[in-house]
C-alpha cells in the first residue's frame, strides 16, 4: 500500500514514472501466450498433447492480417452499400427463398423473427453459400490471436473454443475453411456463436452450418431470438433533420437514448407514424457523398448489430430485407 509521503509525490513524477513504465512494459511474446494457452485449455480438460498439437497444427498467415487490417466497414456509407444492395444479390436471395420456402417460414415461426431478415443475413454474409471464407479457420484465428496485439484475446478466445467446437461437432479443422475472422459455414459463425446458438434444424442429429442450410437457416433465427429481436416491430426510420442532431452518433455503446432523446422540432421523423417515445433508441449517421443522412435506429437495429457491430453492416442488412420483402409481397 503507498504511503502517505509517496501520495504526496509531485504530479509530474508520478506521471514520468507511469510513462516510463508503460514504455519499458512487455508485451507477452508469441511463445509466452502460447504456454499460457496450453495452461488453460488444459484446465478446460484437454490433455498437454492434445493443446500441443492443435497449436502445433495452424499456421501465421500473412494474408489473414492484411484483411483485418482494411476491413470494408471503414468505407464511407456511400462507398459500402453497393457492395452489397446490388440486383444480383436481390435476384438470389428471391430464389433462395422460393427454394426454403418452407424452412424459412418455419424458422420465422419458431423462433419470432422477419423472416427477410434470415434471407438477408444469408445473403450479405455468403451470397447463399456462395462465398464462404478462403482462409483455414484454425490459421486465421491463431494467427489473430497470437499476432494481432489489438484483439489478441479476444481471438485466442475464439481459438480456444474451436477446440471444443472441432470436438463436440466432429468437424476437420484440415478442411474448415471461413473468414479471415475464423467466421463459417452459410451464417458465418465465429466458434463461440456455433457452440452457443447453432440448432439441428433438419433433425439428423447434428448441426451443420457448413452443410445443411436448414440448419443455417434455423441457427440465424436462433440467434436473433436469442439477442431480442420482436417481430413486426420497425428497425430503423429515416429522419429529416433542419440541424445537426444533438444526440450522439452511436459507436458501439449500449443504448442509453430513448426515442425522445433524439427527437426534436430540428430532427423529425421523415414520415409520420405512432411511435413509443420511451423505447429504447439510437442515433445512425450515414455518409454521403455530399451530405449525411440521419437514422433512428430501435431494438432490432440494434440486435443486427449483435451479430456484426458495424451500424453500417447493419444498415445494409436492413435495406437490404426491405427490398427483398418489397418483392417477395409481390409474387
Known amino acids: 500500500m503507498p504511503t502517505f509521503k509517496k501520495l504526496l509525490a509531485p504530479l509530474g513524477l508520478l506521471l514520468s514514472l507511469n510513462l516510463s513504465a508503460c514504455a519499458t512494459a512487455e508485451v507477452p511474446s508469441p511463445e509466452q501466450l502460447k504456454q499460457d494457452f496450453i495452461k488453460q485449455q488444459r484446465s478446460q480438460g484437454f490433455s498437454q498433447e492434445e493443446v500441443e498439437s492443435f497449436l502445433a497444427s495452424a499456421q501465421k498467415n500473412q494474408a489473414v492480417l492484411d484483411a483485418i487490417s482494411s476491413p470494408w ?19 438470389a436471395g428471391l430464389n433462395f427463398w422460393q427454394q ?31 462465398y464462404m471464407g478462403k482462409y ?17 484475446t479476444f481471438f485466442r478466445g475464439e481459438f480456444a473454443k474451436l477446440m471444443t467446437l472441432l470436438k463436440e461437432e466432429q468437424l ?3 478442411t474448415l475453411l471461413g473468414s479471415y475472422a475464423g467466421a463459417m459455414g452459410y451464417g458465418q459463425f465465429i466458434p463461440s456463436s456455433y457452440l452457443a446458438y447453432a440448432v439441428d434444424f433438419d433433425g439428423d442429429g447434428k448441426r451443420d452450418l457448413l452443410g445443411s442450410v436448414d440448419d443455417a437457416i434455423g441457427s440465424v433465427a436462433n440467434y436473433f431470438h436469442r439477442h431480442g429481436w420482436k417481430a413486426g416491430e420497425p428497425v430503423a426510420l429515416e429522419l429529416s ?16 437514448y430513448q426515442v425522445a432523446d433524439i427527437l426534436s422540432p430540428e430532427v423529425a421523423l421523415k414520415e409520420n407514424r405512432d411511435l413509443d417515445a420511451s423505447q429504447k433508441a439510437l442515433l445512425i449517421e450515414l455518409e454521403q457523398a455530399d451530405a449525411k443522412d440521419y437514422w ?15 451500424p453500417l453492416y447493419a444498415m445494409a442488412v436492413y435495406q437490404f430485407s426491405e427490398q427483398l420483402k418489397a418483392h417477395h409481397d409481390k409474387t
Open 136 to 152: 483455414p479457420v484454425i490459421d486465421a484465428l491463431y494467427t489473430l490471436g497470437f499476432y494481432y496485439p489489438p484483439r489478441a
Open 100 to 130: 426454403h420456402e418452407q424452412t424459412i417460414a418455419r424458422a420465422a415461426k419458431t423462433y419470432g423473427v422477419d423472416p427477410q431478415i434470415i434471407v438477408a443475413i444469408i445473403g450479405i454474409e455468403t451470397f447463399y453459400g456462395g
Open 296 to 310: 433512428l435506429g430501435l431494438n432490432n437495429f440494434y440486435v443486427i448489430t449483435r451479430y456484426n457491430r458495424s
Open 241 to 256: 433533420t433542419s440541424a445537426t442532431p444533438k444526440a450522439k452518433v452511436w459507436k458501439g455503446e449500449k443504448l442509453n
Open 73 to 91: 466497414e471503414a468505407k464511407p456509407w456511400h462507398q459500402y452499400y453497393p457492395i452489397f444492395l446490388t440486383e444480383k444479390r436481390l435476384e
Open 172 to 174: 476437420n479443422k484440415e
